[in-house]
């Protein structure tokens, strides 16, 4: 039998996202034609940028087919991508339905590839993590992974003089998950805490849903970002192992 | 974290931006992961144009002790200024 051939392809790809808008996204896909799963990966607050870029090579890398929408396209189609973050955060971010159109779109996507073996899953990094959670509490997802995202639990809005208007917890939709959920979480991290964490683990608990967590006592935020200081190589490497183990068992056929 | 924290202002001034210069109408001033400051968090001002295109923009990240810095040193400068040239 021939082994299966590591080539993928990474481009930069229109597709539909929310509202049936064309948006932007990158993709990277392996170009053998045995059946596989399908990740969709959600940037950062910052944008569409290159260090995210690298995570959706990297999920070909391991035999996935990859989709990052671009979240900030609709605020400014064409634009350069950190001007285009920069026209959305002056609106205050990304609206957490059209965050759901989007990923919609990019599984969509993803299924529609001629080796997709139809499972779908979504990662989420810092803003991206609770994103994760939201997509999978609201659309028929296979598996989830969040890093690191704040305010899945606790409320923002009891922060003093942290006015975050257009975030809001997702204790009340946590019922609704729909898939496991991988967390990989800092316990030098304020947001979330390691109390929002234990919190959140409490109320997947209560509410009979599978998941999987591990907090790293060295790391805090953003402990995969490379180009960080926040970054901790023994973190992130054991995280990328549990990623790879996570989507594999459940992306798989 | 992301912050989300976005001050917008109504600006009035000029600022040279990748296509040379342009007509400021707004200023939002946020504190938040940067995209180039090798930082955590940076206090980020984007001098902008929207009606110009998303590219109409000077944008820069600044450490909290810069920024701080900077705002005290503008404000310096405005109180040192006679009055009537205001």
């Known amino acids: ?253 | 974290m992301c912050t989300y924290i976005t001050a917008k202002l109504d600006a009035a001034g000029s600022a040279k931006g990748a296509d040379g210069w342009f007509t400021l109408s707004e200023t939002t001033v946020y504190f938040d992961h940067p995209v180039h400051a090798a930082a955590e968090h940076t206090l980020n001002i984007d001098f902008r144009n929207p009606e110009r295109g998303a590219g109409a923009r000077v944008a820069v990240e600044l450490t909290a002790q810069t920024a701080r810095a900077l705002a005290h040193a503008i404000l310096e400068t405005l109180d040192a200024v006679p009055e009537d040239l205001i």
């Open chain 1, 1 to 253: 039998m021939c082994p299966m051939s590591d080539a993928f392809i990474s481009a930069t790809e229109r597709i539909t996202g929310h509202g049936g808008a064309e948006i932007e996204a990158y993709t990277a896909r392996p170009q053998d034609s045995h059946p596989r799963g399908g990740v969709v990966v959600i940037h950062h607050l910052p944008g569409y940028d290159d260090q995210t870029k690298e995570i959706v090579r990297r999920f070909a890398h391991l035999g996935f087919n990859a989709a990052m929408p671009n979240l900030f396209w609709h605020d400014a189609p064409g634009a350069a991508p950190d001007d285009a973050a920069a026209a959305g955060r002056a609106k205050g971010g990304v609206p957490d339905e059209r965050l759901v159109g989007d990923v919609a779109g990019a599984a969509e996507y993803l299924r529609s590839l001629p080796n997709a073996n139809g499972k779908v899953g979504v990662i989420g990094y810092c803003s991206g993590g609770r994103q994760s959670v939201l997509a999978a509490c609201s659309l028929p997802l296979d598996a989830a992974v969040d890093c690191y995202g704040a305010f899945v639990t606790g409320d923002p809005s009891a922060l003093e003089g942290h006015p975050m208007r257009n975030v809001s917890t997702l204790e009340n939709r946590l019922a609704d998950l729909r898939c496991p959920l991988l967390g990989l979480f800092g316990a030098q991290d304020s947001y979330p805490s390691p109390d929002e964490v234990a919190q959140l683990e409490h109320l997947l608990t209560e509410h009979g849903k599978s998941f999987e967590f591990h907090t790293y006592d060295d790391a805090g935020h953003a402990f995969f970002a490379v180009e960080r200081p926040a970054f901790r190589p023994q973190s992130a490497k054991d995280g990328w192992e549990r990623i790879e183990a996570f989507f594999g068992k459940y992306l798989s056929a």
